[in-house]
């Protein structure tokens, strides 16, 4: 090279100005332009289906949000008990005391409405027994002023976000055109009221004929506790293994065999997981069908292979010279691992870890498998160990299960669901971005 | 100066500190030593030059058997340190390590602070029953590195911080808390001005009145300086080892007398 700049000093070379670019440059800078173009048209084709799916699940999954209250101020007098506790039909005695009070709100806001205790019945069940249920089991509340706030079903629920109209209403034992007038009539006294849907987020799943009552709450424990045994036991078990093949493992056919199968293990289909967690989790080891715990455990074996991955690919990226740095001045193997390497390697396998743990945390299919269906969530766990193995459901089983039933309230439940979903991974996120600032080094 | 030392170099007969006889290092099929005989004696700054490529790191590293580390690197032969070989399986490399330091030839500090740097070593040796003592060492040992005047008032700061030459400076330092009795050194002064370098070859020379060096370094001058014996590594053989200035005045091979004249390289 030397010698050939040495032949013909020069050659090639023509005054040009600096300013004025020549063919070759203008070329490389359109090529720029162009990528930079292609790069910005993805990003924003990327904004624009975020935006739309974002858009779409608000708008279905506000409403769930809200609900339908009837809402009274009811006083109870002893006398008035006594005497309905004395009558045959105990229950039907309170709905009619309610029945008058409803008459008395409605008289007071001059609206005249006509209705029977059928009419009552459909807007918001069986009342009677709601009543009496509070009293006999709060007595002290007998001759205090208490506000009902009573659920109405869920075609007047409907009916005020629009599933249900008077065009297309079909009189039934559910509701009937009539029931309308008096929901209207309720409306206008003030006595029918949208209020913040608490019981979604705080309640259980509830029959498949009662979309009202059904709230996401239990199984949100459900995905929690699930969540906590896939942390807990593929985080120290992931960052163990990759730890021990990265940094200690000799090279040889078995690592890189055990390498390959790791790879591999990633991309088995996670309902392929489910099944194996049916067979060897409850049927052969017997543990407790539908349990946060055996779903953990199921997930656990899916998201190891992300960790391990993510971690050995951070462990990767640690520079060697740190590890001589520690080995030179006589750290140990393992003092240079844990003193310097895992510090530096640690934003990277919080990254992996978050990734696998939102894998899990939307994962469906095999926990289908092993029983964690929506409709299990019926209550919360009696407390923190039972919240591992007393039957439960997790958030996407629970919204899967809400999205395949017949009543059309259940629609919105679904998608509300999936906004608590996404809350929850957004919590888990936050804690993750946090922790990760903590670890995060430059060398 | 050179003469003057060149006849107390003579006079000093020092004990052999680390002995190695027909050494190999194989990286893979890459035969990268080749039958190296070197005697290194205590007290004594032993240089290592020869040409890029020629194989110094590499045998610098097989005394203190950093070369355990990789995987395709096959060290063969014999080391001795004090009489025992370094190599037998019963030696622990990490109590090897504490006695033979090492600079390595790029700066490489720990992510942390520069105090944290230096007192790494110490700490996981207990070399500090407390404090004061921990303090100590690290004012010690950075003054020792020539930078305690440019850090002392950041010690908090981190180690990485740092301009190139004073991060090798640094490296220095954490390498002499740890009071080891061989120090080797991969080419120290490579990043450093010459002020710094200046200061590191005192350090040399303060460390050789109780410790060996060796150090490997691609400058003539500084193994001149500093050292009292040389040995000139040719593609992975020992060309030529004896006294410094018998080897830069006098060389036998010539080999030797074409690299020092700057002929090959
Ligand atoms: N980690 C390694 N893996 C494989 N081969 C290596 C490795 N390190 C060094 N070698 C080879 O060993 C030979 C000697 O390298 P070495 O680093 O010892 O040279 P050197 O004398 O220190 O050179 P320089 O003066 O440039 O630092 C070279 O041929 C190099 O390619
Ligand atoms: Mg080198």
Not at chain 1, 352 to 373: D, K, R, S, W, Y
Not at chain 2, 24 to 31: C, K
Not at chain 2, 48 to 70: A, E, H, Q
Request: proline letters at 5%; one cysteine or more; hydrophobic letters at 45%.
């Amino acid at each position: 090279m030397t010698d050939a700049s040495m032949e013909n000093p020069g050659t090639g070379r023509r005054a040009t100005s600096l300013t004025a670019s020549d063919e070759r440059t203008l070329k490389r800078a359109k090529a720029e332009k162009r990528f930079r173009l292609y790069g910005i048209i993805a990003i924003a084709t990327g904004l624009f289906f975020l935006v739309v799916l974002f858009a779409s699940i608000l708008k279905e999954g506000i409403p769930a949000f809200t609900r339908t209250v009837v809402s009274v101020e009811f006083t109870l007098t002893e006398p008035q008990r006594a005497e309905a506790e004395s009558t045959l039909f105990k229950t039907k005695a309170y709905s009619d005391l309610f029945i008058t009070e409803l008459n008395g709100k409605l008289a007071e806001s001059g609206i005249s409405v006509d209705f029977d205790e059928a009419a009552i019945e459909r807007l918001l069940g069986k009342v009677g027994g709601t009543i009496r249920t509070f009293y006999s089991e709060n007595p002290d509340q007998v001759g205090e002023p208490i506000n009902f706030e009573l659920a109405a079903s869920s075609r007047v629920d409907g009916y005020f976000k629009g599933r249900v109209s008077r065009d297309t209403l079909q009189d039934s034992r559910f509701l009937q055109l009539s029931d309308l007038d008096l929901v209207d009539a309720l409306t206008e006294a003030g006595v029918i009221k949208q209020v913040f849907n608490w019981p979604f987020i705080t309640g259980a799943d509830s029959g498949v004929d009662n979309p009202g009552g059904a709230g996401i709450g239990a199984s949100v424990v459900g995905s929690f506790f699930m969540m906590l045994v896939v942390l807990a036991l593929s985080l120290p078990i992931g960052v163990a293994a990759s730890i021990y093949l990265e940094e200690f493992a000799p090279q040889n056919k078995f690592t890189d065999l055990i390498e390959v199968n790791i790879s591999n293990l990633a991309a088995v289909p996670s309902i392929v997981f489910g099944i194996l967690g049916l067979a060897v989790f409850i049927q052969f080891m017997h543990l407790p069908q539908s349990a946060p715990l055996v779903g953990g455990l199921v997930l656990t074996l899916m998201t190891l292979p992300t960790i391990i991955i993510s971690t050995r690919a951070s462990l990767k990226a640690v520079p060697p010279s740190i590890r001589d740095a520690a080995l030179g001045v006589g750290a140990s193997k393992m003092q240079a691992v844990f003193h310097h390497v895992l510090p530096l390697a640690a934003p990277g396998i919080l990254t992996g870890t978050i990734i696998g743990l939102a894998q899990a945390l939307g994962e469906t299919a095999p926990l289908l498998l092993i029983g964690m269906v929506g409709f299990v969530a019926r209550g919360y766990p009696d407390g923190f160990l039972a919240g591992f193995t007393e039957p439960n459901s997790v958030m996407p089983a629970q919204i899967y299960t809400w999205a395949a039933r017949a009543d059309v309230g259940f629609y919105e439940k679904a998608w509300g669901g999936i906004i608590i979903l996404l809350m929850f991974l957004l919590t888990m996120n936050i804690i993750a971005i946090i922790l990760r600032r903590r670890f995060e080094r430059r060398w | 100066m050179n003469d003057m030392s060149r006849v107390e170099r003579q006079v000093d007969a020092n004990e052999i500190k680390l002995e190695c006889r027909d050494c190999q290092v194989y990286y893979g099929d890459n035969h990268a030593i080749k039958d190296v005989n070197v005697d290194i004696e205590d007290k004594t700054v032993t240089a290592f030059i020869g040409p890029s490529g020629c194989g110094k790191s590499t045998f610098l590293r097989c005394l203190n058997r950093m070369n355990d580390t990789i995987d395709v690197a096959r060290v063969e032969g014999s080391f001795k340190l004090d009489g025992e070989d370094i190599y037998d399986k019963r030696v622990d490399p990490v109590q090897l390590r504490a006695k033979v330091g090492m600079v390595f030839q790029k700066p490489n500090p720990f992510p942390k602070s520069i105090y944290d740097n230096v007192a790494y070593g110490p700490r996981i040796h207990g070399l500090a029953r407390n404090k004061a003592e921990l303090d100590e060492i690290v004012e010690k040992s950075l003054r020792r590195g020539a930078i305690w005047d440019e850090v002392k008032d950041r010690l908090d700061a981190p180690g990485t911080g740092l301009s190139g030459g004073q991060q090798q400076r640094l490296c220095i330092a954490r390498a002499v808390a740890t009071e080891p009795e061989v120090l080797l050194m991969d080419e120290p002064c490579s990043a450093l001005d010459p002020i710094a370098t200046a200061q590191v070859e005192e350090l040399i020379d303060e460390l050789r009145s109780r410790y060996s060096v060796v150090i490997v370094t691609h400058s003539m001058q500084q193994a001149a300086r500093v050292s009292q014996k040389t040995a000139f590594f040719h593609l992975g053989n020992l060309v030529e080892f004896g006294e410094t200035g018998q080897i830069f005045t006098n060389p036998e091979d010539p080999r030797t007398e074409s690299y020092i004249t700057g002929r090959i390289g």
